[in-house]
């Protein structure tokens, strides 16, 4: 214990400048997902047993694998909608935290010193945000649209550029 002060107060947390939560942008709830799986379960249904009634029961087999495989790419993609990366810029670091849909979590330090946001252009594609230094370049945001890719660029840049040249 040095002077009466405790740990916290001697180790200060570092300062936030700027923090970004990225995540795949998904357009059905949980429930809604349940109902749209619902509603094709009864229209199977009553196709499959429209098929059985005329006698062409080979198609109940096709029709039941029409809707396993939709149910397994709904499965998929509302697993994929929990991947997150995070983006804080701290005063000694940019941090990077990525999340896969898995849960695996991985952390990479990058020095803000020399660091800056760019978009990397490449025509009839979205372009590619990387965080660029003289020594790496790490891309970021590859699940945004490129509307949001610029607005990130901006605000980061905006955040590196006050970190810089801090206000006392």
Not at 65 to 84: G, I, K, Q, S, V
């Amino acid at each position: 214990m040095l002077c009466g002060m405790d740990a916290s107060a001697a180790n200060p947390a570092p300062r936030l400048f700027f923090e970004a939560e990225l995540k795949p942008h998904r357009s059905l709830s949980r429930g809604a997902l349940l109902a749209v799986l619902g509603a094709m379960a009864a229209a199977s249904l009553g196709v499959t047993t429209l098929m059985y009634l005329l006698g062409a029961w080979p198609v109940i087999g096709f029709n039941s694998a029409d809707l396993a495989l939709a149910a397994l790419l709904f499965w998929l993609n509302a697993r994929a909608a929990r991947a997150c990366e995070i983006i804080r810029l701290y005063e000694d670091e940019i941090e990077i935290t990525s999340i896969e849909p898995s849960g695996r979590r991985s952390v990479e330090g990058v020095p803000p010193g020399w660091a800056r946001a760019e978009l990397e252009e490449t025509p009839g594609a979205v372009p590619r945000l990387v965080i660029r230094t003289p020594a790496a370049r790490r891309e970021i945001g590859r699940q945004l649209g490129e509307a949001q890719k610029r607005d990130l660029a901006e605000a980061m840049n905006r955040a590196l550029a006050r970190w810089r040249a801090p206000k006392f």
